[in-house]
């Protein structure tokens, strides 16, 4: 199976800070990249599907960016919903998660 | 509206079997494949499997190959995943969840409201 690796594992940040998110992948997946928000006790939310198309709803804070194996998240300005856990998802053969990124606040 | 309705929380001791069920409504059930994922307490996201309601092929991870089984009712739109040989370890809401859409490789934008299986003896 697929290897994604996500950094870093927790990040503590302000409102309004600009925040990256690191997936990589164990080898190539094209552009079969998504990105999840999740909050305590719900369900994982899609944010970024095809490694940079914005879910429909999604805030334009949020963007994705990559191909082949190296991939981003990237919050463009903090907003307090934005505290979660985001987790990055090949779909290129089979499924596989990364293991996730905790954002706190500062 | 699309929505996936999953059954209640369940109980089993180890080495049983367990079967949750995903009721899909809101779309024609046999356009868009459906996903398992599981979540241990505390612990990430877990990719189970992916079923095509429309023939039933299924494809599962390697983790759950032999352990896992999913099916469909297309008569009562439902999806089933049934996990045997259970252990402490497979403690975890289990979730259902498409792309609404037919494109399935692009995520999972509709979500159960998650079942919680809990092993213990």
């Known amino acids: 199976d697929i290897q994604m690796t996500q950094s870093p594992s927790s990040l503590s940040a302000s409102v309004g800070d600009r925040v990256t998110i690191t997936c990589r992948a164990s080898q190539s997946i094209s552009s079969y990249l998504n990105w999840y928000q999740q909050k305590p006790g719900k369900a994982p939310k899609l944010l970024i599907y095809?490694?940079?198309s914005l879910q429909s709803g999604v805030p334009s804070r949020f963007s994705g960016s990559g191909s082949g194996t190296d991939f981003t998240l990237t919050i463009s300005s903090l907003q307090p919903e934005d505290f979660a856990t985001y987790y990055c998802q090949q779909s290129y053969t089979r499924n596989t998660f990364g293991q996730g990124t905790k954002l706190e606040i500062k | 509206q699309v929505q996936l309705v999953q059954s209640g929380a369940e109980v089993k001791k180890p080495g049983a079997s367990v079967k949750v069920s995903c009721k899909a409504s809101?779309?024609?059930?046999?356009?868009?494949?459906m996903h398992w994922v599981r979540q241990a307490p505390g612990q990430g996201l877990e990719w189970m499997g992916i079923i095509n309601p429309s023939g039933g092929s299924t494809s599962y991870a390697q983790k759950f190959q032999g352990r896992v089984t999913m099916t469909r009712d297309t008569s009562t739109s439902t999806v089933y995943m049934e996990l045997s040989s259970l252990r402490s370890e497979d403690t975890a809401v289990y979730y259902c969840a498409i792309k609404d859409s037919p494109y399935y490789y692009y995520g999972m934008d509709v979500w159960g409201q998650g079942t919680t299986v809990t092993v213990s003896s």
């Open positions: 809101g779309y024609t059930f046999t356009s868009y494949y």
């Open positions: 095809a490694a940079s």
